[in-house]
């Protein structure tokens, strides 16, 4: 939970970039200072980790 989603990862899961539309979803949260968004993956910060049930919900809504 604590290194998030690691984009090198889930490529090699999902034989796929993580999507577009999570990923814009993602840029939000950053905004709201929950997610914190680099080149290798989104992590929660410490506000976000009090909230954590209700992002990953928002990312994987996200994924429908």
Known sequence: LKKGIVFQTYKALFKEDFPQKAFDKAKILEKLNLV???DKNISL????????????????????
């Open 36 to 38: 914190k968004i680099t």
């Open 45 to 64: 910060t410490n506000n976000g980790m009090l909230l954590s049930n209700s992002i990953i919900t928002e990312i994987l809504e996200a994924l429908e």
